[in-house]
């Protein structure tokens, strides 16, 4: 079992949603990217979604471009953003790491040097935005061969056809995307999310999370009632972009902390 299927079923067990945030590599400088690693986990987070930096991040909105703009300042590559997977497992060896990011640098590195890569450096999955299912299947067969997880991304559009397609690809969970557009748009309605995440299970048995749009600890707790998961990228990466760097760890346990509280807070009303 993965270190991602291990983490879902604990968490079933104890009747718990898993908390996925995301963060961009080296944003706000390379230093501080393994202590942020470290300050997720010490806000409750279950898996953490590592970004790698990129130019051109199509479906990312201007919060999150903006992190990969200071990160990309730094020079910060591929081959540093699993450098910090290395780090990070020094002394930590339990939370799943999922190295999230678009084609481009993978292809320039070589998808099997950057495969072997990130089973070097203890990873646990890889989410590429820009991949499609009908493209992936060569990228997918090199993870697997290495126990490597390859997440697969959802979105209000997704047809049938596809869905079971990515169904029968995709590894550790699936992201479904709330919202139509980039990241850190608008609102979620959480009624739509609920009926499209019971339509999704119907193709498939893995763990469902859900992102974009969450950005306080009401809608993460509306969320976790409907999903097995909660993603939260934007407003994390805000809060990173607005903090002084002194205060940019602290920050981030704080926040992350709310939302943990949040959604366990669930646990507790089911059991009443």
Do not use: W
Not at 88 to 113: D, H, M, Q, S, W
Not at 129 to 155: I, K
Not at 157 to 178: E, F, H, K, M, P
Request: one cysteine or more; a negative charge; hydrophobic letters at 45%.
């Amino acid at each position: 079992m993965s270190r991602i299927a291990a983490t879902f079923a604990r968490l079933k067990g104890e009747g718990k949603k898993a908390l996925i945030p995301f963060i961009t590599a080296g944003d706000p400088d390379p230093a501080l990217a393994v202590p942020l690693m470290h300050a997720l986990v010490a806000g409750g987070a279950d898996v953490i979604e590592l970004g790698v930096p990129f130019s051109d991040p199509m479906a990312d909105g201007p919060v999150i471009q903006r992190s990969s703009e200071r990160a990309l300042k730094y020079g910060v590559s591929l081959t540093a953003v699993v450098g910090y997977v290395t780090e990070f497992r020094k002394t930590n060896r339990v939370t799943p790491v999922v190295l999230f990011g678009y084609a481009n640098p993978i292809e320039a590195l070589g998808a099997e040097r950057f495969a072997d890569m990130a089973k070097a450096a203890d990873a646990d999955g890889v989410l590429v935005v820009d991949c499609p299912p009908e493209e992936a299947r060569g990228l997918v067969e090199l993870l697997d061969a290495r126990a490597l997880d390859t997440v697969f991304l959802l979105s209000p559009t997704t047809d049938d056809g596809r869905l079971r397609q990515i169904a029968g690809i995709g590894r550790g969970y699936l992201y479904y995307v709330s919202l139509r557009g980039v990241t850190g748009a608008a609102n979620i309605d959480i009624a739509d999310v609920a009926a499209r995440i019971n339509h999704i299970r119907a193709f498939t048995r893995l763990p469902v999370g859900v992102g974009f749009g969450i950005r306080d600890a009401e809608t993460a707790k509306q969320v976790a009632t409907v999903a097995d998961a909660v993603v939260i990228g934007s407003r994390l990466v805000q809060e990173i972009e607005n903090s002084p760097r002194d205060q940019v760890v602290a920050n981030v346990i704080a926040f992350l902390s709310g939302i943990r509280r949040a959604m366990d807070s669930l646990v507790r009303e089911q059991a009443a």
